[in-house]
């Protein structure tokens, strides 16, 4: 008999939901033999909208879909789950400092971190919606009996970016890119290290002599990507950040081929001078066993100290926003 897997989305009738849901309720992060449960979480007037989506999941008939769940409440959605894709949050409009961003979207981690200690013991937490770094930092301080372990901040998607911007500056796929690692903050002051990347096992360094564009468009490119997007196309990523969601979910359930790692937003154990406790993107392998490991001994130069540095500094800044909301 296939096991069963629980999962959890916030926010499961906006755009990032509706482009995530049927992947999930496919099997695809967990593989043939495992069948889905999805508990869907949304705010109250978007519980109609919700309704039709999941009338599109019973359309598709999808074999190893077990159940779905749809509440307004996070205890329900939240209870005995193993998996939870918090993407809900209060987008950041027009003339909204960051800060004010935080403060609003603060107390929705509160309530959703109090609620996880009803999730099953192996638990596995997903921050997506923004600031995600602050946000899981809150969610985790607010979880009763979960380890701070278990949650993640995304920043598969902006490794993804980083990826793609290699490949296509050296004229390969992105499969030929190894070895990318974004450092820091889910935000504009991300580093996306080439310096540690491979492309067919060199280093990118070496195999792209333009090091000026390394250093410089290259890091602005994959920074500045969301606001990119939201220019062109007039709404945020949601296809691309729902396809990094269930990357995420796929490399944290699976052992790290050796060699190799993925970025994620973890709390910092130190590594790296970084303050311990910070939800900050590190280099991890994962063992396929429901734990990870931050990646350590890799070389940075004065110049990407810098970086990481800087990017620390924004989310010791944003942790001062929410200091209040950080119970135990």
């Not at 409009?93 to 200690?117: C, H, W, Y």
Request: charged share 20%; proline share 4%; with cysteine.
């Amino acid at each position: 008999m296939s096991k069963v897997v629980k999962v959890a989305v916030t926010g499961a009738a906006g755009q990032i939901g509706y482009a995530l849901l049927f992947r999930l309720a496919s099997g695809q992060p967990f593989g043939p033999d495992t069948r889905v449960a999805l508990h869907l979480l949304e705010i109250t007037p978007a519980l109609k909208a919700l309704e039709g989506v999941v009338m599109e999941l019973d359309d598709c008939a999808f074999p190893l879909l077990d159940n779905v769940v749809i509440t307004d409440d996070a205890n329900v959605a939240f209870d005995g789950i193993n998996w939870a894709l918090l993407v809900g949050a209060k987008p950041r409009t027009k003339g909204m400092e960051r800060g004010d961003l935080i403060r609003d979207n603060g107390p929705i981690f509160v309530g959703q971190g109090k609620a996880l200690s009803r999730a099953a013991s192996d638990l596995q937490v997903l921050v997506v919606g923004n600031p995600a770094n602050t946000n899981a930092l809150i969610a985790a301080h607010n979880a009763d009996g979960v380890p701070k372990a278990r949650f993640h901040a995304m920043t598969r998607l902006d490794e993804n970016r980083a990826y793609s911007q290699l490949a296509q500056k050296a004229g390969v796929t992105v499969n030929d890119v190894s070895n990318v690692t974004i450092w820091g903050n889910h935000s504009a002051t991300q580093y996306p290290d080439a310096e540690n990347a491979k492309i067919n096992g060199k280093p990118a360094y070496e195999v792209i002599g333009h090091h000026e564009w390394l250093k410089g468009e290259f890091i602005t490119t994959v920074q500045n990507r969301g606001a990119a997007i939201i220019a062109a196309r007039g709404a945020s990523s949601a296809a691309s950040a729902a396809n990094a969601a269930l990357d995420h979910v796929g490399s944290m359930s699976t052992k790290t081929p050796d060699g190799n790692w993925f970025s994620a937003g973890v709390a910092s154990d130190g590594s790296y001078g970084i303050e311990e406790g910070l939800i900050f993107s590190f280099p991890v392998t994962a063992d396929g066993q429901g734990s990870y490991s931050i990646v350590q001994g890799l070389p940075l130069s004065d110049w990407a100290k810098e970086k990481v540095k800087a990017t620390e500094a924004e989310l010791q800044s944003e942790k001062a926003v929410v200091a209040d909301l950080l119970q135990g």
